[in-house]
């Protein structure tokens, strides 16, 4: 653990150091002597945000109604953008004053939640490997996390034993578990749960009385057909559950920082109140470029998704030609690989520093979402076809001297 400041709080001390920090660090010195190093490391979208939602944020940035502070919980006409898409897409009725709230990306709504719900003494549920912010913004908050491993399998064999855990854990803890985190499709992992998993998590939530949080960031991005469940369409699950949606992943906004919460009237009036005191909630420009893409943006968010599953089917085979074990996920957009058996034993930090070093290919370790992330690699699906091909040759040809 590095030293920090004497000016840092309590808290500062729970954060571990950055991990990709030494990766960035040897990514920059190749590219400063010229070398192209192809980047699969971090989930950032690389492909353009839809044209019509620029024109709308370039017509609402010249209108100076949207010039002044907007309001903490998003504009009513984006609530109820954002409850129609949710009754088109999965038969969801929503209230938009109650049931919805707007988020400056579903990553800031998700750590005021934790703030809004969460302090000392409270347990946390959440499988792991997982994405950093599913276990450090309940920490930040005060709460104790406990991680259930998800294990290796597949899907449905993962989402069973989950379920066991859950189940097993609360009966075992006292206090019981106030909250259980969970995310499909899942970074980093990439797995998903179908809709076996939903009812059951439900009638956990109600037999142990925990809350739910579902990180649903990769709703719009599946492939071959299937089509995420929202927790929000099983039985019961308003009375338990709230869940998490963003315009950064279907219509390429990362950069603009748009996201909701939907769900349980409890946990959205606490993440309304603590809202204002943090925030002015969003741009309204970016509001209305955002109900632009809410409303017309079906098929922009699909032909992504289609991107992605191009991506996942060279990258996926590349890497089974080159003797990874992976089965190309059914959503998100990571492949989540385990490396082969010649490299386990050096650490996945070691073996991502060797894949720059002899192909120039950065990714990210699995270690980076836990111990149990050992042994696999995370790639982001954020390079072109042609360039994941490239990758894979570099590695076939770099790791074989
Ligand atoms: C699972 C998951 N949740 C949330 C986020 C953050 O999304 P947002 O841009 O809405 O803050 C990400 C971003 O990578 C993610 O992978």
Redesign the pocket.
Same mark, same amino acid.
Do not use: H, R, V, W
């Given at each position: 653990m590095p030293s920090l400041p004497a000016v840092a709080s309590a808290r500062m001390h729970l954060l571990p150091p950055y991990i990709f920090g030494e990766l960035n660090r040897i990514k920059a010195e190749k590219c400063a002597a010229g070398i192209d190093v192809i980047d699969f490391a971090m989930?950032n979208p690389v492909d353009p945000t839809p044209g019509f939602v620029i024109d709308e944020l370039c017509r609402a940035a010249r209108d100076p109604q949207n010039h002044r502070y907007s309001v903490a919980n998003g504009i009513p006409e984006l609530r109820r953008e954002a409850a129609a898409l949710y009754a088109r897409r999965y038969g969801v009725k929503l209230d938009p004053e109650t049931e919805v709230i707007a988020s400056i990306?579903?990553?800031?709504g998700f750590s005021h939640l934790c703030l809004a719900t969460l302090g000392a003494g409270d347990v946390v549920l959440t499988p792991t490997p997982a994405?950093p912010i599913h276990r450090y913004s309940p920490m930040i908050a005060g709460a104790t996390v406990v991680g259930l491993a998800a294990g290796e399998g597949s899907d449905r064999e993962v989402q069973e034993r989950l379920l066991e855990s859950i189940d097993r854990t609360c009966r075992a803890m006292t206090p019981r578990p106030k909250m259980v985190i969970v995310?499909s499709p899942h970074?980093p992992t990439a797995r998903v749960f179908d809709r076996d998993f939903y009812p059951g998590l439900i009638g956990l939530a109600r037999t142990h009385g925990f809350a739910v949080v579902h990180?649903f +960031?990769y709703a719009q991005t599946a492939f071959d057909g299937f089509k995420p469940p929202s927790i929000l369409e099983f039985d019961g699950a308003r009375e338990v559950a709230c869940e998490f949606w963003?315009m950064?992943k279907p219509y390429n906004m +990362?950069g603009w920082r748009a996201?909701f919460c939907m769900g349980n009237r409890d946990m959205i009036g606490l993440l309304k109140s603590i809202k204002g005191y943090f925030d002015y909630g969003l741009f309204a420009g970016t509001e209305r470029a955002a109900i632009a893409a809410l409303r017309d943006g079906d098929a922009a968010a699909a032909e992504q998704a289609a991107l992605y599953q191009r991506r996942r089917d060279v990258l996926c085979k590349g890497l089974l030609e080159l003797g990874w074990e992976v089965s190309p996920p059914k959503g998100g957009m990571f492949v989540w690989a385990k490396v082969p058996a010649k490299y386990r034993g050096m650490g996945t930090m070691a073996f991502c520093k060797l894949l720059m070093d002899k192909a120039a290919v950065n990714a990210a370790p699995g270690v980076a979402f836990g111990e149990d992330g050992e042994n696999f690699m995370r790639l982001a699906l954020i390079e072109s076809e042609e360039r994941i091909a490239t990758a894979i040759a570099r590695m076939r040809e770099g790791l074989a001297k």
């Open positions: 989930g990306g579903s990553k800031e994405f995310c970074n990180d +960031a963003t950064s +990362a996201g």
